[in-house]
């Protein structure tokens, strides 16, 4: 079979891309070796937030007193919340399928390797068949990386893929690794009853975050009851003690399947593809998302789909967000370093009428800006909603936006985001 363009891996970056492609009048095909949506849909971003929720759920109803209703959790089986979560992912897998047929792009089931440079080899259980295009765009993602020493027994020593799948909730567990993906999990298995332990290598929860966040971050979740060590060399020092060990140390590349020493594709230190521009060394293959080693988040993937396909190029502000209890979130200008003269201002959610309501006065909002311009240069949240908010502060910075500019704007009352425009107001 002929194509204009074949994209290997159906996740947000592979989906995205194929359909682009195929909205232009292009011959497409998808290969997936398993369940449409990728990491994000599967395992990665919903089922998260799936858990998160409920945790969150079970968090509301314990305090619901506190609204002169009496209410009791009388049982919490984590099966049923296994299934309703795989329930929302299976819905979410048949919304993507549908998308990509009716944009007219051929799904084909396999593990996709290559013959040549315009030839793929497509394996699954009725054989294998061959796939030739001008095009070959790489969006084969990433896959949970182990720490020297372990390996995945999928019992005891497990991925975060494991973990979210787990139906019984284990007494106590070890989570190494306080990036973003650790410390959810972290969050949403205590909320859940479970003796957590968080370890993290660098001095500081989210190595590469601004480290007043993340000390307030360790501070929040030593308060949820979780046992959290930076700094620490020896993650592994007291193994025994725990029932699991969940291994959050990052991602890994997926690139050994895909037979790429048949054509010699280039490969950074890590084993990412290495991409200029989406480029590669060869030039009509491609690779977006988590295959280039870059981003690692599910928008920034779907971002290089549309530029891959639109010749775009963005330098936009990446808003991050984790889902603790509260979330945290941040955003600075791409250029926040070439700046000098840098003030701060912050704002606790304490005093804000909304947080009361809504029982969430933990937290703050902190908002630098040039100290010339008064243009706003980052924004970093730790608190209810900080997961939706910074996109608002996203878009502020994008525009360059200043402080006299939000002053003239109004915000909704009583509303958490009023915290976001005291702060700026407090300039
Ligand atoms: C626990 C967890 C939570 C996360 N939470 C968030 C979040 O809240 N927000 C966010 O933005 N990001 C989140 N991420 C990151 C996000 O999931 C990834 O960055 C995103 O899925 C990357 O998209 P991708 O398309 O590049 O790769 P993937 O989603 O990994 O998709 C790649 C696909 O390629 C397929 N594939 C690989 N090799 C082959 C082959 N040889 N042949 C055929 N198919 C192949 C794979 O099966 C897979 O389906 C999370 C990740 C994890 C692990």
Not at 243 to 272: S, W
Not at 364 to 374: C, L, M, T
Request: net charge neutral; aromatic share 8%.
């Amino acid at each position: 079979m002929n194509y204009d363009i074949i994209v290997i891996g159906a996740g947000p970056a592979g989906y995205n891309c194929a359909i682009k492609f195929a909205k232009q009048g292009k011959k497409v095909a998808v290969i997936e070796k398993n369940s449409l949506g990728g990491t994000c849909l599967n395992c990665g971003c919903i089922p998260t937030k799936f858990l998160w929720q409920a945790a969150k759920t079970k968090q509301k109803i314990s305090k619901s007193l506190e609204y002169g209703i009496k209410a009791n959790i009388e049982n919490i089986t984590f099966a049923d919340i296994i299934a309703k979560k795989n329930r929302l992912v299976e819905n979410l897998v048949k919304g993507v399928e549908r998308l990509l047929k009716t944009s007219n792009v051929e799904i084909i089931k396999g593990e996709a390797g290559f013959k040549d440079k315009n030839t793929i080899t497509v394996k699954n259980s009725d054989g294998e068949i061959e796939l030739q295009a001008d095009k070959i765009v790489i969006a084969t993602g990433s896959d949970c990386k182990a720490i020297p020493n372990t390996e995945f027994d999928h019992q005891k020593y497990i991925s975060s893929t494991d973990a979210l799948n787990m139906t019984e909730l284990p007494k106590s567990m070890l989570v190494i690794g306080g990036g973003a993906i650790g410390i959810e999990l972290s969050s949403i298995f205590s909320a859940f009853g479970v003796n957590v332990t968080l370890r993290e290598i660098c001095p500081q929860l989210l190595p590469s975050e601004d480290t007043e966040l993340a000390t307030e971050l360790a501070k929040v979740m030593a308060r949820q009851g979780i046992k959290v060590e930076v700094a620490c060399t020896e993650p592994l020092k007291d193994a025994d003690k725990f029932d699991k060990i969940l291994i959050a140390a990052g991602r890994k590349a997926v690139t050994d399947i895909l037979k790429i020493e048949n054509i010699n594709l280039g490969l950074d230190k890590k084993n990412f593809i290495e991409t200029k521009n989406y480029s590669t060394n060869i030039d009509n293959i491609f690779a977006i998302g988590d295959a280039s080693g870059k981003g690692f988040l599910a928008y920034t993937a779907e971002q290089d789909a549309e530029n891959l396909v639109f010749g775009t190029q963005s330098s936009n502000p990446v808003p991050k967000v984790v889902f603790s209890f509260p979330p945290a979130a941040s955003v600075k200008a791409v250029d926040f370093d070439n700046y000098k003269n840098i003030v701060y201002t912050k704002t606790n959610y304490s005093s804000n009428a909304r947080a009361q309501i809504e029982g969430e006065r933990t937290g703050w909002i902190k908002v630098a800006f040039d100290k010339d311009s008064g243009k706003i240069l980052g924004v970093w949240i730790l608190g209810a909603n900080a997961d939706e908010m910074i996109n608002t502060a996203s878009v502020m910075i994008k525009a360059g936006m200043k402080a006299s500019d939000i002053k003239r704007e109004m915000f909704f009352h009583p509303g958490l985001s009023e915290i976001l425009f005291e702060t700026i107001n407090n300039l």
